[in-house]
């Protein structure tokens, strides 16, 4: 199970809402791990109502890399998995969140903050500008990518300001968006991508699907041990 990627999902939706189950058959987790397989990874799925969500010791060890979606069941969670995805970013695991999961508990306590924002559900058109061209997760992009529909997310987004930012949206309602947002936590690399929502085939669109693939490249970790802290002893002779 080296360098498995997990695509973790609440899969909520999909049991309520027909129109969500006919876009995604096999679930938003069962789309993203499709791609990311077709891509070379090994990837796994877990969920919300699976023992321990999905998120065992063993499962977490083993992940280089977890993708998030969650909406309407961030409460459900439990406390205690988050505090084990909390430290295994700390020591190295790169997080993927997806949409909604800028209100996930585990999203929510890497920013310290909020993490509110605007939205609106009303068909609109988002175009998202690459503001870091040269970046990796922007690698094989063009100048924006354009969805027809999607539900809009708008500033002021209550989050710390990234250590890079790679997409800003812009919706046909007058809203932008701080879309893509990358930060580091201890020795994990995090990043927030804001296109989404479930009632949109927003995950079967290639260029979204691309920015999925650089961003697991992007988040992997490096080989190294977590800096140790607390009493030094001293290098030198005092």
């Not at 799925?45 to 977890?66: I, R, S, Y």
């Not at 979606?69 to 430290?87: L, T, Y």
């Not at 995090?190 to 085939?201: L, S, V």
Request: charged share 25%; hydrophobic share 35%.
């Amino acid at each position: 199970m080296a360098n498995l990627i997990t695509i973790w999902n609440e899969n909520r939706h999909e049991k309520i809402n027909p129109v969500v189950a006919e876009i995604y058959p096999d679930g938003i987790h069962g789309c993203i791990d499709s791609v990311l397989k077709n891509a070379g990874f090994d990837t796994k799925t877990a969920t919300l109502d699976d023992p321990e969500h999905g998120l065992t010791d063993e499962v977490l060890e083993n992940t280089d890399v977890l993708v998030w979606w969650g909406h309407i069941a961030h409460g459900e969670v439990k406390d205690e998995i988050v505090e084990k995805v909390h430290k295994r970013v700390l020591d190295g695991m790169g997080l993927i969140v997806l949409h909604s999961g800028h209100f996930s508990k585990i999203f929510k306590k890497l920013m310290g903050t909020s993490c509110d924002l605007k939205w609106r559900e009303a068909d609109d058109k988002e175009r998202l500008w690459v503001v870091a061209p040269s970046h990796p997760i922007a690698e094989g992009i063009g100048e924006y990518i354009e969805l027809e529909k999607e539900e809009m997310y708008g500033e002021h987004f209550d989050i710390p300001a990234p250590d890079e930012l790679i997409f800003t949206s812009w919706f046909t309602g007058g809203e932008v968006f701080r879309s893509g947002c990358t930060y580091q936590r201890g020795n994990g690399k995090i990043f927030y991508f804001r296109p989404g929502h479930e009632t949109y085939p927003t995950y079967h669109q290639k260029d979204i699907q691309q920015v999925i693939i650089n961003a697991v490249n992007w988040a992997k970790p490096v080989a190294r041990t977590r800096p140790v802290y607390g009493n030094s002893q001293p290098l030198e002779k005092l």
